[in-house]
Each structure stands twice: as C-alpha cells, then as structure tokens.
C-alpha cells in the first residue's frame, strides 16, 4: 500500500505536467479551462491526500521541507481565503467566474497545494534507490517535453485545416484557432513563448556530453514554437519573449556566466532581434503566405483600461484596499468601475470578465495586501534564483522560464496552463536550490495515541474529500446538461442543469429567459389554441428563476438571490417583469426596480438607461423617458437606439415633425443599419409620405432580408398606393418567415380577392 501511494504521488504530479496543456473535454460548455481546472483538482487532490496518508498511517512520522517561498505562498493564499468570504459574488469566488473558472479559490488552493506537493515529493535527480520512489526534476522535463510535443503537433495540424479534416472529430476542433492549451491562439502564443524562453535556456546550458535525442528533440520543439509564433503574432508574446531574453542576457553578461563560450549569447540575441522586428511587421502578411485566411483574435482588454478599473476597484473603500473584491469578481469590478469613456471603444458593449494582466486581476480581487504579497513573492524568488544561478549554471532555464511566466502575467490575463507551470516552476526552483530548505519532522511511532488520532483525522479528510468529488461529478452533469440543453434546444435539459448544479446563477438566468421564449410562443397562437394557465405557468417558472420563489412544494433560490451583484441577473429580471407587464399586476414596478438595481451595478451603461427609459415611454411617463435617453446619450454620443427612443417619444407626443426630424438625423449617422431605416419608413408613413416610407423600407430589407416587420410595412405601404401584386409580394414573404400567421394570410386573401371575383364574372 505504501508503495501505491508513492506511486499515485510521483504519476499525478507527472500527469499534472503532461495533461494540462494537452486536456480538454466537449462534453461541457466551456471545452478548456473548465476541463483542465477539474484536472487540476483531482491529481492535486488525490496527490496530497496520498502524500498525508502514507506519512500519518504506514510511516508513523510527518515530514514537511520548509523552503524560503512558504511565508508569502501561505499569506498569499491566506488574502484569497479572506477575500472569498467577503467577496461581492461568493459562488464566484468559489468556484471561478462562469466561462473564465480560472480565477477561483479552489485553483488558487490546488496551485499552493501543488507546490508544497513538488516541494516535498520531487528530487533533483534519483540520488538512490529508495528516492526512487519519488518524482524528480529531469522526469518532469520529460513529460513536459512530450506534452510540448503533443501541443505543437496539434496545433500545427489545426491550424492548416488538417484536424477538420478527421471523420466523427468533435466540432471544436473544426476551427483553425483550436489548441488544447487555451481556447484561443493568443493564450497559447503565450504559453509558446515562456516555452520558447526555457528552450533556449537549455539550449545555452547544454553539455557537449548530454544526449543526441535530447539535444534534438530541443531543437526541433524550438524551431516550431517560434514558427507558430510567427504566424499566431500575437504582440504581447513578442513583448514576453523580448524583454525576458533581454534580462537574461544582461545577467548573463554582467555576471560573465559564459565567459568560456560567448558565442552561446547569439541565440538569445537573435531571439531578440526577432522580437524587436516582429512586433512592427503587420501580422496579416505573414499569415498570407502560409494560409488562405487570417488567423481568427482574441479580443483583450486593454491595458488602460484594465489598470484604471482595477485601481477604482482597490480604492473603493478600506475591505477592497485590503482584500480586494474576492477572487473571480473581475467581472463585478469592471461593469460597476470601468470608465465612461470606454464606450467609445469598440467593444463597449462586452462585459470583460478578465483584465489584460494577471496583476490587474490581483490587484482588483486580493486587493493591495494580495498584490503586496504577491510582488514580495516574486522578489524573493528572484533574488534567491539570482544568487543560486551564479552558484549552479544548469538552473538557468527553470530560472528564465519563471521571469518568462512573470512577464506574461504583465502583459496578459492567467489561464489554467499559465499558472500551473509558474506555481510548478516556483516549486522546481526550490527544489533545486537545497541547501535553503530544512526539512522538518515529527514521529508518532512512541506515541501510538497520536498516531491514532492523526489516522483519524487523515480518514476524515478522505471521507470529506470523496464528499467534494461527489459534488464536482455533479457540478460536471449540470453544465453537460446546460450545453446540451442549447444544442438541443431543450428546456428539460436546463432544468436538470438547474437540479444537478443550483449554485449557478447563469443556468436559472438562461432557463428564465427559455421560459419567457416559451410564454410567448404559446401566446402567439390563434386564440382559440392558446392556454392561458400555462401562459402564465410559464412567466411564473420565468420570475421564480430570476427573482426566487415557491414552484410546487419547493423553494427556488432565484439567480439575483444566489448572485445578488450580478448585472446580468438584475437585468435578465428586469427582462422578464417588462415582459409580462400585461399578465401579473405590479410587474412594471418591479421592472422599473430591477433595471433601477442593474443600473446601480452598471451605472455606465447606456443600454441598461434605454431599456429602464423604454418602459417608462411604454407607460407613458414622458418625462422620466426622456432623463433615461438623455443619460444614455451623454454616456455614448453616438449610441443609434437612444436617439430612435427619443424620435419614438416625440411621435407619442404627437410631434411627428420633430420625431422624422430626429430619425433623418440618425439614419444619416447610421446609413447601414436596417432597424433605423424601417423606423423611419413607419414615421413617414404615419405622416402620410407613403413615397419615403417605401424607400426606406425597401433599404430596409435589402439589408436585412429577413426582416418580418420591414416586409410587412413595405406591403401594407404597397397596398396604400394601390400596387397590389407588389404588396402581395411582400406579405407572401413575411408569411414566409412566420408560417401560419392568420392576419397576414386574411391581408393576402383579400389582395387576391376582387381579381378572383372579375375571372369569374
């Protein structure tokens, strides 16, 4: 048994290596960082388990190896604990922000846990038979060097249209950004080129003695790491790979480390000099040389932005100073402190929910005392890794690769690869270092008591260990089910994603909005058909998800309940009490509440101030209208729905000139956008300029050809000015696009009519 669980120790932590870049899964929502962080998990978990019982149960004796990093490694994780018990979403915190996972306390916990198992569990090379048993540095390489070499080959084969060619091949890996590190070409440039900087590494250290088949494996893994880069060119891999190599070379320089042989120092250079030209040549004229179409990017937020909402969050008051807003709650820090200004971007419609920087990230969720922390952990690091390199030449690569991980956490966010290679690196250094480390150890083979009560306590981390595997398989169902449920369509899919997993707000947010979908398909039916209790079943099951509520004999803890900081809750509830404003009494009240509190957790947004000012414009509150569409076009000058609102304000006032006034002014900013245009063709129409309302509308729907209500228009346009087989013509296309509309069949049986009628006669 003790053997075995030597074994699960050593073959976990070399999993952990080989796996994680290379694992991902289809069978849930997100492929990628949802997969590997249950990964990471499970080794790490079981790892450290193993490593607890066979010291406490078959060796009687618990041995610990202290290294200089534990200190700031155990404050670190220590922010993180405290700032997910205040946080802003707890189940974020927790469990990682849905589609990002990364930034949870559970990964923070798995990576320290991880190098404390490394620390502890991984020699610097097999010293003796009985150290046999355990995992050693030269091992890890290897299954790194594999997992590289996986990595690259798939990368390759994707990118040149090769993966999609594969029979039965899961559609994810049908597209030509496909890798499995990360689910973007960017992330994995990154992670190329930490990997690139370490090759190098080893390239400059190697022995004229060392192996051919190592040798060559490096060079060839180096060779097609920077080709991929060249054509990913993603800048802030070319920033990552420049300004590492140049800190290495200046240390290598003043420190004369390869005063023997100096003409090592070209490869790092060269690399330099690549760099450096990279970064000013436009990427779309590599790509076309070898590819028939542009590599697809990754939309990243900027660094400005990314630092500024991160030091708004920070400052907001005294716990954020401290701990920061809890760990994965950058998307509540952005929506709530990003600047107005950003809705001139482009992206402004996103809600990031991750920085352009890891330290942005840091900053905004562990706050100062978590960034503090962090930077005294790195300087550490780097000082005792400075000292140690001039001592033993051969810990240089693992020293590079560690400043490589460090500046890409400058310049880019931190996915499950990224941080599991700096915490295992960060543990392989202190490993190699030695003498630093003091290994401490307490028997209990005199004290059979204490043994027993360890044996114990051990048990019941087991038994509450199989606890949180329990609740993870099921966790894992619930987004299977949620990603089945949209490739089927199928609201009983969601509703075992909801059972299976009731602490994610975002199942019941989208399982709402499938039941006010469904409320309005069956109010849509002749009225003969429709069944108005299950209409209102529907928008009943539609609030109790939102909002929280009794459904039969049991209590819904609704989405704004589970995440009550969440924008897209309070939004998702607003949505649903517009919606059915005629069938509970007091919905529009509470509409106008929860747009008011999605408001307050977004105040820069001009698309939540025109929905609140929608309602109020439906209800005839003109007034208060017209405050909301005025705040959303200070906030985005140019912002098209505002100003249709407005124009739609002045014609329920009965101001026709002043609504086609503001409409002409809008469709003339906006010539491509087909809403526009058919709301204008309604304007003129309803002032009587039939003419300029067929104009409008026949642009209207040679943009968006399925337009239903710009079709509908343009008939009832054509019928006004007497073309009947031209209004037909359009009526015939809106039934089309809406098979079985009764009011839309009567219109073009009486066009056909009174012909029908003269062939008789």
């Known amino acids: 048994m003790q053997k075995f669980l030597s074994f699960l120790v050593r073959t976990n932590i070399y999993l952990l290596v080989f796996l994680t870049p290379l694992f991902f899964l289809p069978f849930s929502f997100e492929a990628f960082e949802f997969n590997k962080q249950y990964l990471l998990f499970f080794l790490v978990s079981s790892a450290v388990f193993a490593w607890l019982a066979k010291m406490v149960i078959f060796d009687k004796e618990v041995r610990f190896k202290r290294t200089p990093l534990d200190v700031p490694i155990l404050i670190f994780a220590l922010v993180g604990i405290v700032g997910a018990f205040f946080s802003?979403?707890?189940?974020?915190?927790?469990?990682?922000?849905?589609?990002?996972?990364?930034?949870?306390?559970?990964?923070?916990?798995?990576?320290?846990?991880?190098?404390?198992?490394?620390?502890?569990?991984?020699?610097?090379?097999?010293?003796?038979?009985?150290?046999?048993?355990?995992?050693?540095?030269?091992?890890?390489?290897?299954?790194?060097?594999?997992?590289?070499?996986?990595?690259?080959?798939?990368?390759?084969?994707?990118?040149?249209?090769?993966?999609?060619?594969?029979?039965?091949?899961?559609?994810?890996m049908q597209n030509t950004s496909f890798n499995t590190v990360s689910g973007s070409l960017e992330g994995l440039s990154i992670f190329l080129a930490v990997a690139l900087v370490f090759l190098t590494g080893l390239m400059m250290v190697k022995k004229e003695s060392g192996s051919k088949s190592r040798d060559f494996m490096v060079r060839l893994f180096w060779f097609v790491s920077l080709f991929l880069l060249i054509l990913i060119d993603f800048g802030r891999a070319w920033v990552l790979v420049l300004f590492s190599l140049l800190i290495c070379l200046i240390v290598t320089l003043w420190k004369r480390m390869f005063k023997e042989d100096v003409n090592k120092l070209l490869l790092p250079i060269i690399l330099i000099i690549i760099a450096v030209a990279f970064l000013m040549i436009n990427s779309s004229l590599i790509q076309s040389m070898f590819l028939k179409s542009p590599l697809p990017q990754e939309q990243v937020l900027n660094q400005q932005y990314s630092l500024v909402t991160s030091f708004k969050a920070a400052t907001a008051n005294f716990k954020n100073a401290l701990v920061g807003s809890g760990p994965g709650t950058f998307f509540h820090?952005?929506?709530?402190?990003?600047?107005?200004?950003?809705?001139?971007?482009?992206?402004?419609?996103?809600?990031?929910?991750?920085?352009?920087?890891?330290?942005?990230?840091?900053?905004?969720?562990?706050?100062?005392?978590?960034?503090?922390?962090?930077?005294?952990?790195?300087?550490?690091?780097?000082?005792?890794?400075?000292?140690?390199?001039?001592?033993?030449?051969?810990?240089?690569?693992?020293?590079?690769?560690?400043?490589?991980?460090?500046?890409?956490?400058?310049?880019?966010?931190?996915?499950?690869?990224?941080?599991?290679?700096?915490?295992?690196?960060?543990?392989?250094?202190?490993?190699?270092?030695?003498?630093?480390?003091?290994?401490?150890?307490?028997?209990?083979?005199?004290?059979?008591?204490?043994?027993?009560?360890?044996s114990v306590i051990v048990i019941v981390l087991g038994l509450g260990l199989l606890t949180l595997y329990f609740f993870a398989v099921r966790f894992y169902l619930a987004d299977s089910y949620y990603l089945n449920s949209i490739n089927q369509n199928s609201d009983q899919m969601l509703e075992k994603a909801v059972s299976f997993n009731p602490y994610q707000p975002i199942y019941k947010m989208v399982l709402s909005r499938r039941y006010l979908n469904d409320m309005f398909v069956e109010a849509s039916k002749p009225a003969s058909e429709i069944n108005k209790d299950l209409v209102q079943v529907y928008a009943f099951q539609a609030v109790s998800l939102a909002k929280g509520g009794e459904v039969g004999n049991a209590r819904i803890v609704g989405a704004t309940e589970a995440a009550p900081n969440n924008v897209a809750a309070w939004e998702t509830l607003a949505v649903v009490y517009r919606e059915i404003q005629g069938i509970f009494n007091g919905a529009t009240e509470w509409a106008v509440k929860s747009f008011e509190k999605a408001i307050s957790l977004e105040p820069n947004s001009p698309i939540l101030y025109t929905e609140l000012g929608k309602i109020y414009l439906n209800n005839g509150d003109i007034e208060k209208a017209r405050e909301q569409f005025q705040k959303a076009q200070q906030l985005k000058p140019d912002y098209a729905d505002a100003f249709i609102q407005e124009a739609l304000m002045y014609e329920k006032q009965g101001k026709m000139n002043e609504a086609i006034k503001q409409m002409e002014t809008v469709a003339k900013q906006n010539p491509n956008n087909s809403e526009i245009l058919f709301q204008l063709g309604r304007l003129y129409f309803n002032n009587n300029q039939v003419s300029s309302a067929i104009a409008q509308f026949e642009a209207a729907v040679s943009l968006a050809p399925n337009h239903s209500n710009a079709h509908y228009s343009l008939g009832i346009a054509y019928q006004a000015k007497g073309e009947k087989q031209k209004a037909i013509a359009e009526f015939e296309k809106v039934l089309q696009l809406n098979p079985g509309n009764q009011d839309v069949q009567n219109r073009i049986n009486q066009l056909k009519a009174p012909a029908e009628e003269s062939t008789k006669k």
């Open 88 to 172: 802003a979403d707890k189940i974020a915190s927790v469990f990682g922000f849905y589609g990002k996972f990364t930034d949870s306390l559970i990964s923070l916990i798995s990576l320290v846990a991880m190098y404390f198992l490394v620390t502890n569990n991984v020699l610097p090379d097999k010293s003796s038979d009985k150290e046999k048993e355990l995992a050693t540095v030269p091992g890890i390489i290897k299954a790194f060097f594999w997992s590289l070499f996986f990595v690259l080959l798939i990368t390759i084969l994707s990118v040149f249209g090769v993966l999609k060619m594969i029979p039965g091949a899961p559609s994810i």
């Open 333 to 454: 820090d952005f929506v709530f402190y990003k600047p107005s200004d950003f809705n001139t971007s482009s992206l402004w419609q996103v809600r990031f929910d991750r920085p352009g920087n890891y330290f942005a990230e840091i900053l905004a969720t562990m706050g100062f005392v978590g960034l503090a922390s962090y930077i005294f952990l790195i300087s550490l690091y780097l000082m005792i890794g400075y000292l140690f390199i001039l001592q033993k030449r051969e810990a240089l690569p693992i020293l590079m690769a560690l400043v490589a991980l460090i500046i890409g956490q400058i310049v880019y966010y931190q996915n499950t690869v990224l941080a599991l290679f700096f915490w295992l690196f960060l543990a392989l250094s202190a490993v190699a270092w030695q003498k630093p480390i003091k290994e401490k150890s307490v028997t209990f083979k005199s004290f059979p008591e204490l043994s027993l009560i360890f």
